[in-house]
C-alpha cells in the first residue's frame, strides 16, 4: 500500500533553516503530485506547497518567500525546506499524496514530524 | 486567504445525527465542487472521508456524507458512534492564483 514518511530535524534553531524529506512507498511516485502540510500545536491545518515529479512548484502566498520545494524521482523523495524560521514555524509536518486536477484533495498523508523552533 | 469556518465543536448523542459546517467564498468554495473533509484523531494523521464535495474512498463508512450548497460545504454523520469523536476539518481548492489550497478551522466532534 501507499506509505509516506517523513523525516529531518526535531530542533532547528530561530533563524535558521528547516528542511525536511518525505520517502514515498508502494506507489507511482511519476504519476502524482505531492503536498506538504502542517499544524501548530493545537491548531488547524496549513497547506504549505505542492510539487510534481517532475518540478513545478505551487506554494502559499503566505510562505512563498520562505518556502522552497524540490524532488528526486531516483529516490521517490521530495524535499521542504523554510528559510528563516521563527517559533511560529514549530508544528507537526506532514507530506501527502495530493491528487491535483482530477478532484483537488489528500488521500495518503505520513505520520507527520514535529519540528520545534527554539534555541 | 482566509481559513474557511467551521464551528469549533458540535456534539451528539450515539445513534444520532450532527451536521458540521464550511463556510467559505465565492472565490473558493462557491466556484469549485472540490471540496474534501478529514478526520483526525489525537496524535494522528488526518484522513480523507469525503473528496469531491461528496464522494466517499473506498473503505470510508456510508455514515459520512458531504454536500454544498453556494459557499457553504456539509459534512454529515449519521448514526453517530463514539469512534467518530475526532477532529474534522474541510479542505477547498482555491484557484491557482492564490494559495491553491485553503482549509478549515477544525470542528471537535464530541459524542456524549
Known amino acids: 500500500q501507499v506509505q509516506l514518511q517523513e523525516s529531518g530535524p526535531g530542533l532547528v534553531t530561530p533563524s535558521e533553516t528547516l528542511s525536511l524529506t518525505c520517502t514515498v512507498s508502494g506507489a507511482s511516485f511519476s504519476t502524482y503530485s505531492w503536498s506538504w502540510i502542517r499544524q501548530p500545536a493545537g491548531g488547524g491545518l496549513e497547506w504549505i506547497g505542492r510539487?510534481?515529479?517532475?518540478?513545478?512548484?505551487t506554494y502559499n502566498s503566505s510562505l512563498k518567500s520562505r518556502v522552497t520545494m524540490s524532488v528526486d524521482t531516483s529516490k521517490k523523495q521530495f524535499s521542504l525546506k523554510v528559510t528563516s524560521v521563527t517559533a511560529a514555524d514549530t508544528a507537526v509536518y506532514y507530506c501527502a499524496r495530493d491528487i491535483y486536477g482530477s478532484g483537488s484533495y489528500f488521500d495518503y498523508w505520513g505520520q507527520g514530524t514535529l519540528v520545534t523552533v527554539s534555541s | 486567504q482566509s481559513a474557511l469556518t467551521q464551528p469549533a465543536s458540535v456534539s451528539g448523542s450515539p445513534g444520532q445525527s450532527i451536521t458540521i459546517s464550511c463556510t467559505g467564498t465565492s472565490s473558493d468554495i462557491g466556484t469549485f465542487n472540490l471540496v474534501s473533509w478529514y478526520q483526525q484523531h489525537p496524535g494522528k494523521a488526518p484522513k480523507l472521508i469525503v473528496s469531491?464535495?461528496?464522494k466517499r474512498p473506498s473503505g470510508v463508512s456510508d455514515r459520512f456524507s458531504g454536500s454544498k450548497s453556494g459557499n457553504t460545504a456539509s459534512l454529515t454523520i449519521s448514526g453517530l458512534q463514539p469512534e467518530d469523536e475526532a477532529d474534522y476539518y474541510c479542505?477547498?481548492?482555491?484557484?491557482?492564483?492564490?494559495?491553491?489550497?485553503?482549509f478549515g478551522t477544525g470542528t471537535t466532534v464530541a459524542v456524549l
Open positions: 479542505c477547498s481548492y482555491a484557484g491557482r492564483t492564490t494559495l491553491a489550497y485553503v
Open positions: 469531491e464535495v461528496s
Open positions: 510539487i510534481y515529479s517532475h518540478g513545478d512548484p
